[in-house]
C-alpha cells in the first residue's frame, strides 16, 4: 500500500480527511489512518485508557482490522474523558457479496465495566468512482448516518494499492492537470498486482487437454484459453508429489533441494543407514529457498494453504511475512471413521455413545435420524443428482468444534438407518496448523479441514464422493477466507481430488468400466465446482497461475523390485526407492558397497532380464536433463514399460493386482507424465502457446509476474 507514497519521498499516513461525515457526532473532521500508524498511535502519548489489550480484543471481535479514525473533539467530550476520541473499522464475515461491513464499533463498549451499546442498522452505502467504475463499501459508525445521497470520502479497498488523489492532497500539491495524470498512470504501473497459483494435484497435461474425464472442467478450459498455456510441464523423476511440489516452489530439482520423493533417504549420510526413510512432504530437509520466503524476503505478503513442504513452519520454509497453513503433516487425532450399529455402546434404547480417537461422542436415535452432541444428523440416501447447481455436500451434518486436544470440527454423514443397523461417516479430527496466529477463528468461520477422500470397502463410489464433495467445500471456503482476511498478494494454494481421482479409477476407466467413469465424471464435476468458487476471487487485474505436480497412468501389471534384488544376492548392497534403485555405498552409515560403478551394472542387469525395465538413466549421464542424483538422491533411475508399476510385496516377483489402478512416478518426459500449465492475466496474450517447459520454471514465472527475484537457488527460466 505504501510503495508509490514512499517511490515519491511520502510517508502514507494518512488515507483521507473528510468533513462530510461525522463519526461521533457533529463539531470536528475526522481523519483515516492506515492501520500500521494505527498501532504508533495507540503506542503514543495522549490516548487514555485505551489499551493495546482493547485494541486487540476489537481485532477479534470485529473482524480484520483495516483502518483507525481520529477526531478533532476537545478531549473529554465523546467516549473517552482522557484524551483525544478513537474508533476502528473492521470487515467482519460473508463473501464478495456477503454479509458487508461491521461497522465501526466504538473501543469503550468492549470495556467490561460500561453496558454495550446496541449495534445499528449496517448501512450500505454504495459509491460509484469515476476513476475505477467499481463499487466500495464505506463501514460507517454507529453516530449519525448519512443518507445516500450525501457527499463522503471513499475508503477504496487494499486492492487498490494507492489512490493519487489522497497522496496530492496530503502534499497538499497545486499541480496541472497533466502532471496529476502522470502521477496516476504511475501509481497504477507501480501498484501490486496479486498472483493467485494453484496446484491440482494430478492433473495431467495429457489428462486435462485429451481425455474426455475432464471435459466437466469448462471453467478451466475457459481459463486458459484466455491466456497462455505449455504443452506440458516437466515433473520431477520420480514424477511424484513432493518432490515435484519442491521444483515447482524452489525453481530446483531433488538434486538440489534434497527433496527426492515422498518417501526420501535421510540426510546426513555418516548418521544414517540407506533404509532410513524421511517426508517428503515436509519442511525439515527442504534445502532450497521456496517462492513464498523468496517474495517475504522481498517485502510481498503470501499466503500458502495446504501446499507440501510448508510444515513444520522452521528453517528455510518459513518467512515471518508468509502465512502458511497446513492439515496434513499436522497432528490428526482421529482418521475418517464408518461406524455400523454394533460399533455404538447404547446405554439406553435410545442413547448411545462412541470413541473417536480419544474422544467419545454421546448421541441419541431420532425420527429423522440421530443426534450427536446436540448437533442433528438427518438419515438422507446417497446423493444422485450431479453436482452442478446443488450446494456440495448438502447431507452432511453442521460441524460439530472441538477445542481438545487439536482444535478442530468434525462432519457427520448418516447414510442408512433402519430398525436394525445404521451407516454412520464420521470425518478426522485433523489439526489444522497455522505458521502466524491462530486458526480457531478461521475454523469457526469457515468449518474443519478434510486432508482426502475416503476411499475404503465400507462406503460405495457414490458414498466416497461425497466426501470428496466435503473436501473441495471445505477447501474452497477457506480457500476464499483466506484471501478475504490477510490479502495476499501471493496466494498459493492445492487441491488433491485430481490425484486421488486418477488413482481409484483411471485403470478402470480406460477398459471402458461403467461405475469407474461415471466416478471420474462425477469427480470433475466436483473440480469444476471448486474452480467456479475460488476463480471469481481474481481480478482482472491479477494473473491466475493453474499447475499441477505430475500425470497419471493406467496400471495393470506389478513388479517387484526389492525381491529380485535379493534373488541376485544383491538385497544388502542395494534397496528399491520410488522408480530408482539406492546403493548402500560407503558414505551411508553402515555402508559396505565400495565399488559403486560394479554394483550399479549388476543391479541393472537383474532388473533388464525381466523385460520390464525399458531405460535406465544415471546421475553422471542424465543428471542435468532431469535433476537427478545430489546427496538424497539414488544411483539407479529407470522407466517401465506401459501397464506397468512397481509395489515391493514380500515373496513374489510379479504381485497380482486386484483391480486396474492409476500410477505416477514413471520418467518424467512421458506424455503421460507431463503435468499442466497455463496462466491468465494482464501481461498475458491470449491463446499464447509455450512449449513443453518444466516445473523448475514455475517459480522463476511467478517471481517475473510479481517482479521480484525468484528463489536464491532456482535454476528454471521464466517462459516470459
Known sequence: SYKVARFIGLRLDLFAETADVDVDGPGGDEMLFAPDFA??????????????????????????????????????????????????????????RGKGPRGLQRLADLRQNLPRRPRPRRPRLVHRSSLFMARHRFAQSPGRLPNHRQRFQPVYPRRIRVHIRSIMHLAKWKLPLPIRALFFFISLTLSAQNLYLFSLDGLGHQLFTKSAA?????????????????????PAFPSATGNSHAALWTGVY???????????????RAAHTFLERGNGYRSEQLAAEPLWVAAGR?????????????????????????????GYQSRQVAPHAILRRKDLIFDTPQTFHFKHGPL???????????????????ARSTETEPPVKRPLARHFSEGLFVNSPVPAVVYFRLFEKSETDLLLYVSPIQELAISQGDATAMLRETGGVIGNTHFGNALTYSQSLETMELLTRQNARHTRWLIQHHTPRLFIGYLPICDELGHRFLGLY????????????????????WAREVTPLVTKKDHFILTADHGMAPITNLVNVNELLRRAGLGRAATHVYNSVLLNTTDWKGGTVQNRDAVRALVQKALTET??????????????????????????????????????????IFPPLDKPVGQHGFRPDRPDMLATLFVVGPEIRKGTKWPRLKSIDVAPLAAKLLKIDPPKSARGRSPL
Open 214 to 234: 475432464t471435459l466437466p472442467l469448462k471453467t478451466l478450459r475457459n481459463l486458459a484459453a484466455r491466456g497462455a498455456m505449455a504443452d506440458g510441464i516437466q
Open 611 to 652: 523385460g520390464v525395465f525399458t531405460a535406465f538413466y544415471t546421475p553422471e549421464q542424465h543428471g542435468d536433463r532431469y535433476g537427478i542424483g545430489g546427496p538424497a538422491g539414488s544411483d539407479l533411475y529407470f522407466d517401465l514399460k506401459p501397464g506397468y508399476a512397481v509395489r515391493d510385496a514380500v515373496g513374489e
Open 298 to 326: 522481498q517485502g510481498v505478503k503470501s499466503v500458502v494453504y495446504q501446499a507440501p513442504q510448508v510444515f513444520p513452519f522452521t528453517g528455510i520454509a518459513y518467512h515471518p511475512n508468509a502465512v502458511t497453513i497446513n
Open 254 to 268: 531433488g538434486d538440489v533441494s534434497h527433496v527426492t520423493s515422498n518417501s526420501q533417504p535421510l540426510l546426513p
Open 360 to 378: 467419545t461422542f454421546k448421541g441419541a436415535l431420532t425420527r429423522d435420524g440421530l443426534t450427536i452432541e446436540n448437533i442433528a444428523v438427518s
Open 510 to 529: 480406460e477398459q471402458n468400466d461403467p461405475a469407474a467413469r461415471a466416478a471420474m465424471h462425477w469427480g470433475f464435476l466436483i473440480a469444476e465446482r
Open 39 to 96: 498501532e504508533e498511535i495507540l503506542a503514543g502519548p495522549g490516548v487514555g485508557r485505551m489499551r493495546k489489550e482493547e485494541f486487540e480484543e476489537l481485532v477479534l471481535r470485529g473482524g480484520q482490522f483495516q483502518f483507525l479514525i481520529a477526531t478533532k473533539h476537545a478531549a473529554g467530550s465523546g467516549i473517552d474523558a482522557e484524551g483525544p476520541e478513537y474508533q476502528f473499522g473492521g470487515f467482519g464475515r460473508g463473501g464478495r
